[in-house]
């Protein structure tokens, strides 16, 4: 232990940055660089940028989101400016001399430093690199069919204002420029990246921030092993003000619901599943909005916009942990999963890891945060089906361990604690001792520290294939 | 010349007319009632396949019938001639070889389902309908003879049960009662269709029972008769159990007793006048239909020969009645229950308080998928025993404040989850006449339900399982003497009959009819 503690003292390590989940586009996205359609509204922000060099002035933030559909890569820049300033307008000039936002992308993060670079000024002026192994080309690179809107589009140049407020950057990048390093084209649920988001430039208060920090010594955006991971997801991104509607319920329902969704006394728990209860958005909004008859239900007189943010909320906890970004350090929860969690020893994810335990490569989709939780630190009454643990001693003496796949009155299918299946006839079994306790520890809110449990939680919560919508 | 008259024997044997007199004998080598025989005891007499012989047993043919997704129809054999049914559909099949001889479809090909069998009299065979109908065809062909409305399909009423005839009478059940549609049993003239007479299971104001059910609760009550009863033909007594009260969860807005819900009925079959009834479970709040099939046995109890009602109810009570009076005899549980406390001497469930649908959902054992369910029992004359599926677990049951919607919606204010804590469970039992566990059966991984059971002269219990095994249990012992997989989950009670000096043993599985026989060398 006292190696690592050595080890982090002489290498600090940079601070990490959550990785980012692209959404699928839900419709169609117009670039206009005003980012009013509801993809971008719904779409999840990559979080507040790092200003890793400040020395001193405002601290302007960026609101960056990204998404994705079979074509093209979206990339939308809000950017908070008081001093809005460019006049580069020669393709692949200096823009970052400018207000100019940046995405460097590395599509093979095994092979981080191929990376393609993509600048552009608040006028419109974009300047494009293919940094990678294999380009010979010139210095500069030209993209095949990059579309996007600037708020001062194609203006020759534009100068500080007092009203300046905010510019947008609108960006859509086809993937098939990225083919030749990308695993997959278009990628697959889960493929991961590396990029990172940049913003530069101006002549007042001129910053740099990113998305994800670059580690010291460097100050340079051309850091690519600092470079943020990004996961594309097949889900869609849709993602209603869940916490304002939590606030709402809890403020207006809970007079009959019980408080965040719990039973109350005199209506059930909206979170729990129940084949009575409104499913769909539709459904729900209607219930809320206009009562269910016959019921102690009332119509509510919330305005429409509160009231569909309840209904988020309300489909927000009836969720799997994949809908939400979880807290934590996924990245030590990855550690502890394969190390001192000791979970890859039973349970797989994409491919690698035990077989005795369920495969966990999509739970985030299949299973709420909170079932995770539990899975983890409290003991279930009874193995669930399939993975019953047993004890047969066969007539001939042998002995086997392992989990039930199936059984009858007639026959035993063991996966053994040997990797291997035991097909066993009962007639040929002298004893089958049935373990109370599922192979599952229960302990690891005690095992494990609360940071490491909340980065294995934090890590589940990312595993997930394409999910049926 | 010789072989023409053999062919034209065959020939007549399999056109032969089902008269009143043979569904009253009901010939062994036949099957000619849902339940066997009018007393639905399940006792098949044939006895070629014995305890001794069970392990021989082979699968002799499969009829895949096209499109099922879960068959649920018992068969129905007549002189060789099977016929085996689903939602609108009669197969008719050669017993013998699984051969279709004609099929009979309806359009549309409705799935609402199950459909659980026919009945065949004089040359038709009669069909319950997904919209409420009752078919009429016409046995040699399948030619269609005449169909008359049961009820209102718009309103939401389907028919799955099979026909029960009792002389010129075809009696119909009907369903849902989970959907707020107060049920009826219906008899028809077996030869036009007309209806003769309609029983209805919620007294309407003015008739006895009516006070039962707070203000207008009566109105959308359910009550329906969704499974066949049994028969009496000495006491002319059609015997039948009654559904759930509606809406299933919540007692509160139909306060009382919700008469004949719950209940047994013996009614005259000429009439449908109610002759006397008995509630298994007074103003039900688990949906604990008590459709169960009573089984009429002639046995001494207490001393003295009696004419006795056997049952096994969804509330996990095993009960005995005289069925000429409706008298309770004796009752105690088949499984672990926490409603009642026992029963009382005239056999009312003394209720454990706080046993019932809340909000927040309470632990109620048996599970509202009950103690037993369709799954039919049988009655062992050599054993004196009672046999029965059982169903071992809780349920956390859970209430709301519904509302009546016409037109098929469901009625209900809630329902039930298994209990988390311990998996559900299914067995056979084996019951003396007193309600005490001879044998059991576990059926291992089994948790759901299977399929009833069917008791032959050969000492043997044969069970099927949700899991697709056809078991052969030693009816003395209840051990497994024999098996067989059948590839799919078994929903429909076996069922024996004879064709060629052959003793078979068949059922619906899943989506096939399979047909056993002892082991011949062919």
Same mark, same amino acid.
């Given at each position: ?74 990339? +939308? ?55 990678? @192994? ?236 909170? @079932? ?58 002298? +004893? ?5 306790? +599922?192979?599952?520890?229960? @302990? ?26 | ?522």
């Amino acid at each position: 232990m006292w190696i690592l503690v050595v080890l982090a003292a002489a290498f600090p390590l940079a601070a990490q940055v959550s990785p980012y989940r692209i959404e699928r586009a839900p419709s169609r996205i117009t670039l206009d660089a005003r980012l009013d359609e509801p993809a971008w509204r719904d779409a999840t922000p990559v979080g507040d940028f790092i200003f890793n060099w400040f020395e001193s002035g405002d601290r302007e933030q960026t609101d960056a989101r990204m998404l994705w559909d079979d074509d093209n890569l979206y990339v +939308s820049w809000r950017c908070q400016d008081r001093h809005i300033s460019a006049q580069v307008t020669e393709r692949h000039g200096p823009v970052s001399r400018d207000d100019c936002v940046e995405i460097f992308i590395s599509p093979n993060p095994a092979k981080v430093r191929n990376y393609y670079t993509f600048e552009i000024n608040v006028i419109g002026t974009m300047l494009n690199r293919c940094r990678t @192994d294999w380009w010979t080309g010139p210095p500069t690179w030209e993209p095949e069919g990059v579309q996007y809107r600037t708020t001062y589009h194609g203006r020759a140049r534009k100068d500080e204002s007092s009203d300046d407020r905010e510019w947008i950057v609108e960006l859509a990048i086809p993937l098939r420029n990225f083919a030749r390093d990308a695993a997959h084209m278009p990628p697959r649920d889960g493929d991961e990246w590396r990029l990172n988001l940049q913003r530069t430039g101006g002549i007042t208060n001129r910053q740099n921030s990113t998305w994800a920090p670059i580690a010291p010594p460097s100050k340079s955006f051309h850091t690519p092993e600092s470079f943020g991971r990004v996961i594309f997801s097949t889900q869609v991104a849709a993602a209603p003000n869940a916490e304002a509607g939590r606030k709402l319920y809890n403020a207006n329902c809970t007079a009959c619901h019980g408080l965040d969704g719990a039973a109350g006394d005199r209506a059930p728990a909206l979170g729990a599943q129940r084949r009575y209860l409104r499913r769909t958005e539709a459904e729900l909004f209607d219930a809320i909005k206009a009562g269910i008859a016959g019921t102690l239900m009332p119509a509510s007189p919330l305005p429409d916009s509160q009231v569909r943010e309840i209904v988020g909320y309300i489909r927000s906890i009836r969720a799997t942990a994949i809908d939400f970004a979880a807290p934590g350090d996924a990245a030590l929860g990855r550690e502890v999963f394969a190390g001192k969690g000791n979970c890859a020893a039973c349970h797989m994810i994409g491919g690698r890891g035990g077989i005795i335990g369920p495969d966990l490569s999509n739970i985030a989709a299949e299973r709420k945060y909170e @079932d995770l939780r539990a899975a983890l630190t409290v003991a279930k009454p009874v193995p669930p089906r399939g993975f019953q643990p047993v004890r047969v001693t066969l007539r001939d003496g042998r002995r086997v361990r392992g989990v039930i796949k199936n059984e009858n009155n007639f026959s035993l299918q063991v996966l053994g604690t040997d990797d291997k299946l035991h097909l066993i006839d009962r007639s040929q079994a002298a +004893s089958v001792e049935y373990e109370k306790q +599922s192979l599952m520890p229960a @302990d690891y809110g005690k095992k494990l520290t609360p940071a490491e449990l909340t980065g294995v939680l934090a890590y589940l919560s990312t595993q997930s294939r394409r999910r049926a919508e | 010349m010789k072989t023409l008259c053999l062919a034209v024997a065959a020939a007549a044997l399999a056109q032969s007319q089902v008269t009143y007199d043979h569904l009253l004998r009901a010939d062994p080598k036949n099957w000619l009632h849902y339940s066997g025989q009018y007393h639905a005891q399940r006792h098949s007499l044939l006895k070629q396949v014995t305890t001794a012989n069970a392990h021989q047993l082979s699968a002799k043919w499969i009829y895949h019938v096209d499109g099922a997704r879960r068959l649920e129809s018992v068969p129905i054999v007549v002189d060789g001639v099977m016929y085996v049914s689903q939602p609108n559909e009669v197969h008719a099949l050669d017993a013998a070889t699984g051969r279709l001889i004609w099929e009979y479809r309806r359009q549309p090909a409705l799935q609402k389902g199950p459909n659980r069998g026919v009945a065949v009299y004089g040359h038709r065979v009669y069909m319950g309908t997904p919209d409420a109908h009752l078919v009429a065809l016409d046995a040699r062909n399948g030619s269609l003879l005449w169909e008359v409305e049961i009820a209102k399909a718009s309103d939401g009423y389907w028919s799955p049960a099979a026909p029960l005839v009792i002389k010129d009478k075809v009696i119909m059940g009907i369903a849902p009662g989970d959907h707020g549609l107060n049920g009826f049993l219906d008899a028809y003239d077996a030869t036009t269709g007309e209806r003769l007479w309609r029983w209805h299971s919620i007294p309407r104001p003015g008739e006895p029972g009516n006070e039962t059910w707070a203000g207008d609760s009566w109105k959308t009550a359910g009550g329906d008769t969704w499974l066949t009863g049994s028969y009496d033909p000495e006491l002319n007594l059609l015997y039948w159990g009654i559904g759930n009260p509606a809406p299933d969860f919540d007692g509160d807005v139909r306060k009382g007793d919700n008469l004949f819900t719950e209940s047994v009925v013996a009614l005259d079959a000429n009439t449908g006048k109610l002759r006397w009834y008995f509630q298994f479970t007074p103003h039900d709040v688990h949906d604990w239909d008590s459709v169960e099939i009573p089984v009429l046995v002639d046995a001494p109890f207490n001393g003295r020969p009696r004419k006795l009602m056997l049952h096994g109810d969804r509330n996990g009570f095993y009960y005995v009645l005289d069925r000429v009076t409706g008298e309770f005899l004796h009752g105690s549980p088949f499984v672990q229950q926490n409603w009642a406390k026992g029963l009382d001497p005239k056999g009312r469930p003394i209720r454990v308080p706080g046993v019932i649908p809340s909000f927040q959902g309470t632990k109620t054992c048996p599970a509202t998928s009950g103690a037993t369910n369709w799954m039919s029992p049988a009655y062992n004359p050599d054993t004196g025993w009672f046999y029965l599926v059982a169903q071992e677990g809780c349920g956390i049951n859970t209430k709301s404040r519904d509302t009546f919607r016409p037109g098929g919606n469901a009625y209900m204010a809630t329902g039930y989850i298994e209990s988390p804590e311990e998996p559900w469970q299914m067995y056979v039992r084996a019951l003396d006449l007193k309600g005490k566990l001879q044998w059991e059966y576990k059926q291992i991984n089994s948790r759901r339900y299977g399929a009833g059971v069917l008791s032959t002269a050969g000492g043997l219990i044969f069970v099927g399982d949700d899991q697709g095994f056809l078991t052969a249990l030693d009816a003395k012992t209840g051990k497994a003497l024999w098996h067989f997989n059948t590839g799919r989950q078994i929903s429909g009670q076996p069922i024996s009959y004879e064709v060629n000096g052959h003793q078979f043993l068949a059922l619906t599985a899943g989506v096939n009819v399979v047909a056993f026989a002892l082991f011949d060398g062919k």
